[in-house]
């Protein structure tokens, strides 16, 4: 692998930043973080198994620079992702006495990243953060675009704000110690990409998923840079989603109903509901006639053969009704209606805010009783 990262811009006029993807990086993360410090200090938050796999390294890159570094380790898992946790890091970083100028650092996958976020956001009314994911749903999708979020009772991420990271530093090294099933779920949101806008990619991902998940260095190298290049484009182009970024929701609509459905348990990792998620909306649009069967069938075949869930867990104990009364709580709905990504082939996908939900009820239930 190349020592030389690939950079990535994400442009974003006076807070536009870069990505690096690629090997080492935590070892050199002093020499990419020093040009943005005021002093030689920086927080870095992080959870207790990703510290103990990867925060020696960035450690040590950030103390070759004379960087001090405190850890501040949160437990590990979704559950973090909540007020609690908020109240608790915002008051913790504020006992360090921080400064506006200081620095917090998200050494994790997506729910360091969106607490770290939303922790940056707040704290002294708001300070820069950088994102250092160490998963591949983080390094692929989370870590750039800027959306922060904590979960609440009422839902996901429903509470957060749009903080652009200064910088952020997907070490493909972090992955090596990813379990496979953390590794799959990120996967599925690779993927995502080339069902939205490019048949190529997901040819690619069909010829090469495979092989990406089994640890080759340079099909990961390819799809995190691939997918991060895709991200960028369209935060670039709708930073606030009012439009063009709605499409990276394609398949979490679904998604994120059967997340609340298993209560945010690990019964469902996030990229495993997407994963179901994505299946859903093709063959939702194929049940519109809107895509071609056989697309449908494929995207299912492909996230099939990587080791994917497909459909939502048995015993659900769910109907499509309650489902899709839980997708009405999502953010994602205007007026009362519910918005959907659908799709009119692989790599074709659109936003559409009137479709028949007795349609989405009978997709669900089918899948259900699968
Ligand atoms: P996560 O952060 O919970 O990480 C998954 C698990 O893997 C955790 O137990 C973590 O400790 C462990 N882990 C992380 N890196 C590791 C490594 N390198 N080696 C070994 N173990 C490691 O989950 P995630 O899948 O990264 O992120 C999911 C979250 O991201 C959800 O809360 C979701 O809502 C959010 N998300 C946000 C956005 C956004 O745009 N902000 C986009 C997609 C998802
Ligand atoms: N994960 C979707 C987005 O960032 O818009």
Redesign the pocket.
């Known amino acids: 692998m190349s020592p030389t990262p690939e950079k990535i811009r994400v442009e974003l006029g006076e807070r536009a930043y870069d990505v690096l993807v690629g090997s080492g990086l935590f070892e050199r993360a002093g020499e990419f973080v020093a040009p943005l410090l005021t002093r030689k200090r920086i927080f870095v938050l992080t959870d207790c198994t990703v510290a103990e796999a990867h925060g020696g390294r960035l450690e040590r890159g950030l103390a070759a620079a004379g960087i001090a570094a405190p850890l501040m380790v949160l437990p590990p898992g979704e559950g973090t992702k909540n007020w609690a946790q908020l109240g608790q890091v915002l008051d913790d970083l504020l006992d360090r006495r921080p400064e506006r100028g200081d620095l917090l650092l998200a050494l994790g996958g997506g729910v360091i990243g969106d607490l770290a976020g939303v922790a940056a956001s707040l704290l002294l009314r708001g300070v820069d953060f950088v994102q250092a994911p160490t998963t591949l749903l983080a390094q692929v999708?989370?870590s750039v675009?800027g959306?922060t979020g904590v979960n609440t009772r009422h839902g996901k991420n429903l509470v957060g704000a749009f903080h652009q990271p200064r910088l952020v530093l997907a070490d493909l090294d972090a992955l090596a110690t990813l379990p496979r099933r953390e590794l799959l779920a990120g996967y599925a949101e690779t993927v995502k990409y080339g069902l939205i806008e490019d048949p190529d990619f997901f040819a690619w991902c069909e010829a090469n998923g495979a092989a990406l998940i089994a640890g080759d260095l340079a099909a990961r190298q390819h799809a995190v840079a691939y997918a991060v290049r895709a991200k960028a484009r369209t935060v670039a182009a709708d930073e606030r989603?009012s439009g063009a970024?709605g499409l990276?929701?394609l398949g979490h609509t679904f998604g994120h109903a059967l997340e609340a459905a298993v209560g945010y348990s690990d019964t469902l990792l996030h990229g495993e509901a997407v994963a179901i998620g994505m299946v859903l909306a093709f063959e939702l649009s194929a049940r519109l006639g809107l895509c071609p069967q056989g697309d449908a069938a494929r995207v299912r075949r492909h996230l099939a053969a990587v080791g994917l869930p497909v459909d939502p867990p048995s015993r659900l104990g769910n109907s499509g009704a309650q489902l899709v009364a839980l997708m009405g709580q999502d953010k994602k709905v205007h007026d009362g209606r519910i918005t959907f990504v659908l799709a009119r082939g692989i790599g074709r996908a659109f936003l559409a805010r009137d479709v028949d939900t007795g349609v989405v009820r009978d997709v669900l239930d089918r899948a259900l009783a699968a």
Do not use: A, P, T, Y
Request: proline content about 0%.
């Open positions: 999708d989370s675009g959306k989603e970024r990276l929701n």
